[in-house]
T-cell receptor, first 110, second 116 residues
Framework: QQPVQSPQAVILREGEDAVINCSSSKALYSVHWYRQKHGEAPVFLMILLKGGEQKGHDKISASFNEKKQQSSLYLTASQLSYSGTYFCGTEIQGAQKLVFGQGTRLTINP | DSGVTQTPKHLITATGQRVTLRCSPRSGDLSVYWYQQSLDQGLQFLIQYYNGEERAKGNILERFSAQQFPDLHSELNLSSLELGDSALYFC???????????????FGPGTRLLVL
């Protein structure tokens, strides 16, 4: 039931864009995105609910494709501060449980 | 700083021992969630309390238990510790109405447990 995140790791230069995907084999009710910097606690980014939402703030946005049971996190014009591990948490319909993916490590170099 | 505090920051103990991890939620938050993060299992939900009552259970072992006190702080008790229990343990609190899946939750800094 654990969602699959891809890629596992990505290295970018400052200013480049990144896309992180989160896929589930089950029908999802919601997808939650978190960022965790090394040695720190996860920080909530956003939640997307079924219905094909798109959300965003600043240069970080996400979409939820209900048909594909997939969510994508978009980071545009990446900044050094975007470095960290990004986790998606998925709520399967009817399960009332949040299950996290293994994370995508994003490294932004100057 | 999320406003959620956890003590201790680090804990080193031996197999077979018992430890207690403490969490104080953000002021006004009634829900507390406990998570375990390890290299092989990733981030896993353990248990949720809302206003003193157990609300939801995740992948929590029988050797582990938790409770939430009237002042809303929570404790996670881990007993008969095994090497595989070594992990980061986070608690999070949420300002919403006790939903099992909160819209927003704020994580504490975590307690790093090492079982030798």
């Amino acid at each position: 039931q654990q969602p699959v995140q891809s890629p596992q790791a990505v290295i970018l230069r400052e200013g480049e864009d990144a896309v992180i995907n989160c896929s589930s084999s089950k029908a999802l009710y919601s997808v939650h995105w978190y960022r965790q910097k090394h040695g720190e606690a996860p920080v909530f980014l956003m939640i997307l609910l079924k219905g094909g939402e798109q959300k965003g703030h600043d240069k970080i946005s996400a979409s939820f494709n209900e048909k594909k049971q997939q969510s994508s996190l978009y980071l545009t014009a990446s900044q050094l501060s975007y470095s960290g591990t990004y986790f998606c948490g998925t709520e399967i319909q009817g399960a009332q449980k949040l299950v996290f993916g293994q994370g995508t490590r994003l490294t932004i170099n100057p | 700083d999320s406003g959620v505090t956890q003590t201790p920051k680090h804990l080193i103990t031996a197999t077979g021992q018992r430890v207690t991890l403490r969490c104080s939620p953000r002021s006004g938050d009634l829900s507390v969630y406990w998570y375990q993060q390890s290299l092989d299992q990733g981030l896993q939900f353990l248990i949720q309390y809302y206003n003193g009552e157990e609300r939801a259970k995740g992948n929590i072992l029988e050797r582990f238990s938790a409770q939430q006190f009237p002042d809303l702080h929570s404790e996670l008790n881990l007993s008969s510790l095994e090497l595989g229990d070594s992990a980061l343990y986070f608690c999070a609190s949420s300002p919403t109405g006790g939903e099992i899946i909160p819209e927003t939750q704020y994580f504490g800094p975590g307690t790093r447990l090492l079982v030798l």
